[in-house]
């Protein structure tokens, strides 16, 4: 699991909370606030009403019906009652519900029976655009089933189960610091932020920024983690129209900022809206020592003025997000990318260049055309000076049982460099 930490082999199209991210951990008070309001969940046990609040970073609903679990349920029975929408809250041992939680991914990845084409049932043909969309309808639904086996944590973070591991410092990076009441949670997140947890004092090497330990960029909860390093190495690649100034719309982990840094850039403005970036882009900044060469602001797309450089990578994909924490990921409407497009010449420097680092995963999928990509760049008063390609790295590229493999065999992600017109 890798929840804040995933595979983003496919450009994140499988649910966020299979995978990698990257988030903000140095302010918890700030950074591990809850996505979605607080509601409670409700079960009767040992002939009381008992309740609790319900906490789901993916912004789920609270299960409607709740049963009490433990080591005699069964996976046959278990997967019957997560499918039915059932939120099973464990009472047995800790270790048991992991591996009942395994049992029920097994059954839900298990190969479905495919009915024969016939007069009367025909086969249908599916467009790209219908294998996506189909496949997010899949993920949705697996995400809602296996979260269906629920953890009760305690208000000083522990769970009170037969061989339970203490997890309070991953929960204090995601959630903050304990307060004075507990919560029900799915076990699905809670190794979901365990897995970022993780990964963030593990930190990740990116071969752009150096192989010293303090070169790694630390990804952190809730904050979208730099797996595709085939885009990183394209912003290391691309040759500086300057070494003044560069802003880098979407700072994320901070990982571009970082690069332009390494590679002379004096001075390097991040922006970005969600604190948790910010603050997980602050920690990877000084912990390389660079926060005299790079600033961080909290601003919706650019800050104030002008630059000879402006970078953005945007979400590639341009789909609602299901849940908060694939924002990083899907872009509705490309509403973020025309943003950037139609703002850009307003802050860009004469003969300045905007490097636009996109993948066309979204026009193999039917999402989005290189016409309407072309019609939005020249919307916005700009030109194309030149375009950088690489192909997609990444293990889905070769899973041909994975139903957008056509489209992914396919992915070249570029840096676009942008002019005005």
């Known amino acids: 699991m890798f929840l804040a930490q995933f595979d983003i082999a496919g450009i994140g199209i499988t649910n966020a909370y299979d995978q990698p991210m990257q988030s903000i951990s140095s302010n918890p008070p700030e950074t591990g606030a809850s996505l979605t309001p607080v509601t409670q969940i409700v079960w009767q046990e040992n002939g009381h009403h008992c309740e609790d ?109 037969r061989r339970a591991p203490d997890w309070r410092e991953a929960m204090k990076e995601a959630w903050g610091p304990a307060g004075t009441t507990g919560c029900v949670t799915s076990l699905r997140e809670l190794l979901g932020l365990v897995g970022a947890h993780e990964w963030h004092l593990k930190g990740m090497e990116i071969s752009a920024l150096g192989s010293t330990p ?40 901070g990982v571009l900022s970082a690069v332009l840094a390494k590679r002379g850039v004096k001075r390097v403005v991040g922006t ?21 060469q790079v600033e961080l602001k909290k601003v919706d797309l650019f800050p104030e003025g002008k630059a ?29 990318l025309k943003g950037f497009l139609s703002g850009l010449a307003e802050h860009l420097s004469p003969k300045g260049e905007g490097w636009l680092i996109l ?47 056509a489209a992914r065999a396919a992915e070249v992600t570029s840096l676009w460099r942008l002019g005005l017109a």
């Not at 609903?61 to 939120?87: F, I, M, N, Q, W």
């Not at 983690?225 to 691309?238: F, K, M, N, T, W």
Request: glycine share 6%.
């Open 53 to 161: 609040a319900w906490r789901s970073e993916r912004g789920a609903p609270a299960p409607k019906r709740v049963v009490l679990a433990d080591d005699t349920l069964s996976a046959d029975s278990a997967y019957r009652l997560a499918c039915a929408g059932t939120g099973m809250l464990w009472r047995g041992d800790f270790q048991n519900a992991r591996l009942l939680l395994q049992a029920l991914a097994r059954r839900c990845d298990a190969p479905k029976k495919v009915r024969r084409a016939s007069k009367t049932n025909p086969e249908v043909t599916h467009t790209p655009q219908d294998n996506f969309h189909l496949h997010r309808q899949a993920q949705s639904q697996r995400a809602r089933t296996l979260s269906m086996i629920l953890i009760q944590v305690n208000p000083d973070r522990q769970i009170s189960l």
């Open 214 to 253: 303090k070169d790694r960029i630390h990804p952190s909860y809730g904050v979208f983690s730099p797996v595709r390093g085939e885009y990183i190495q394209l912003v290391a690649d691309a040759p500086l129209p300057s070494s003044e100034l560069a802003f880098d719309i979407g700072v994320g982990t």
């Open 272 to 292: 970005d809206l969600d604190p948790r970036a910010l603050a997980c882009a602050k920690e990877n900044i000084q912990r390389m020592g660079l926060q005299s």
């Open 308 to 336: 000879p450089l402006i970078v953005c990578n945007p979400p590639w994909l341009p789909a609602r997000a299901s849940a908060p924490i694939e924002r990083a990921i899907y872009d509705e409407n490309s509403a973020m």
């Open 359 to 405: 993948s066309d995963l979204a026009e193999h999928l039917g999402l989005r055309t290189r016409a309407e990509l072309e019609a939005w760049i020249a919307a916005g008063g700009l030109k194309v000076i030149g375009k950088m390609d690489t192909k997609a790295e990444h293990k889905k590229v070769l899973d041909e049982s994975d139903p957008l493999h």
